[in-house]
Every structure is written in structure tokens, then in C-alpha cells.
T-cell receptor, first 110, second 113 residues
Framework: LAKTTQPISMDSYEGQEVNITCSHNNIATNDYITWYQQFPSQGPRFIIQ???TKVTNEVASLFIPADRKSSTLSLPRVSLSDTAVYYC???????????FGAGTTVTVRA | NAGVTQTPKFQVLKTGQSMTLQCAQDMNHNSMYWYRQDPGMGLRLIYYSASEGTTDKGEVPNGYNVSRLNKREFSLRLESAAPSQTSVYFC????????????FGQGTRLTVV
């Protein structure tokens, strides 16, 4: 199982771009990279998933370099409502141990 | 479309009491999961069920049992509740493993006194 490492916390201000990098040095060939967001008193919510290069949706972008040993979640122009915990997960279709570490607590200030 | 439904939302137990947390999903997902989340911490996997008829231990299974009743339902049982089991419990489901999106319920806040 690929182990992930991400910063414990990050602070930002409204309107800025937030980039959270996750390290996964032993990622396997079949592994996907998935990010979840969790607000207080709620369950995690899927944000974005990718395998290589760049993926973008209406919420975020995910950048994955060619060696896939890290990935960066980019949140453009954050608002106060983006204050949440963000989790990086790595695994494939055979990996059911959907384990969430401590995640990265992002605090957006006015 | 309800997604993942957990019952109850809140529960207070006395030490030694037993209870079952219920979870049901209506998305025809194969895999289901139970987590606990303690204040200021990430989610820890208690048990998971990769498919109907199978269950496996996660990171923190001690003190819990699970039943995959059918494809829709996955219950978590505390046989003899302890204060250390005070936590928020989340149920989740997904089509397969980590390469598919997981959907979470709203959680059950359990207090053991």
C-alpha cells in the first residue's frame, strides 16, 4: 500500500490560490491519486482523481508529474467556505483499505 | 437519491451497553466501510466489506463487529461499549477499491458515559 505524506496545516487568504502537495514515493503502476475534502461535522467528499499529468474540474486541479511520486491539489481563488481538511489517498481497484491519514487542515482567512 | 444513510444520528450509551449502528446505500455499490473519527484526528478504518458476503478488519477493529446483511446494508455492532469508543462514526460505500469515488454518510455521534 502506497504511503502518503502531506502537510498538517496551511493558512491562506480569500482570493488566493492554495496548493497542497502530497508525497507518495512508492506509488504502484495501477494506483490512482484521489483527494477528498471534509468540513466539520460532515463525512469526507470526493474532490478530484487522477492518474497522470493534469486533471481539472469545477472545484480544483490536480497536477501529477511524470514520475508520479507526488501530486499537488490546487484550489483556485479560495473563499472562507473552502476552510476544511483535505485528504490525499493513493490506491487501485484491489486496495479496499480506504485509509485517511490526518490530512491537511486548510484555513482561509478574510 | 439518498446515497448513504446512517442511523441513528446521535446516541448516548452507558458503559457496558450494546448497540448496532445501521448503514444503507442505494447506489448499488459493492464495497462498504466503517470509520471512526476522534476530535482533531483523521478517519480510522474499523472494518470494510469489499463485496457482499465478505468483511475484513481495518486499522482499529477491536471492540467492534460488523455484518454485511446484503448488498445495501452494512451494520456495526458494539457488544460492550467503553468510553474509549466515544467518537463520530462514518459509513461509506464505493463501487470498488481506491480507484473509485467513495460516498460517505452524515455520521453517528456516539457518546459512552
Amino acid at each position: 500500500l502506497a504511503k502518503t505524506t502531506q502537510p498538517i496545516s496551511m493558512d491562506s487568504y480569500e482570493g488566493q490560490e492554495v496548493n497542497i502537495t502530497c508525497s507518495h514515493n512508492n506509488i504502484a503502476t495501477n494506483d490512482y491519486i484521489t483527494w477528498y475534502q471534509q468540513f466539520p461535522s460532515q463525512g469526507p467528499r470526493f474532490i478530484i482523481q487522477g492518474y497522470k499529468t493534469k486533471v481539472t474540474n469545477e472545484v480544483a486541479s490536480l497536477f501529477i508529474p511524470a514520475d508520479r511520486k507526488s501530486s499537488t491539489l490546487s484550489l483556485p481563488r479560495v473563499s472562507l467556505s473552502d476552510t476544511a481538511v483535505y485528504y490525499c489517498l493513493v490506491g487501485d481497484y484491489n486496495d479496499y483499505k480506504l485509509s485517511f491519514g490526518a490530512g491537511t487542515t486548510v484555513t482561509v482567512r478574510a | 437519491n439518498a446515497g448513504v444513510t446512517q442511523t441513528p444520528k446521535f446516541q448516548v450509551l452507558k458503559t457496558g451497553q450494546s448497540m448496532t449502528l445501521q448503514c444503507a446505500q442505494d447506489m448499488n455499490h459493492n464495497s462498504m466501510y466503517w470509520y471512526r473519527q476522534d476530535p482533531g484526528m483523521g478517519l480510522r478504518l474499523i472494518y470494510y466489506s469489499a463485496s457482499e458476503g465478505t468483511t475484513d478488519k481495518g486499522e482499529v477493529p477491536n471492540g467492534y463487529n460488523v455484518s454485511r446483511l446484503n448488498k445495501r446494508e452494512f451494520s456495526l455492532r458494539l457488544e460492550s461499549a467503553a468510553p474509549s469508543q466515544t467518537s463520530v462514526y462514518f459509513c461509506a460505500s464505493s463501487v470498488r477499491g481506491k480507484e473509485t469515488e467513495a460516498f460517505f454518510g452524515q455520521g453517528t455521534r456516539l457518546t459512552v458515559v
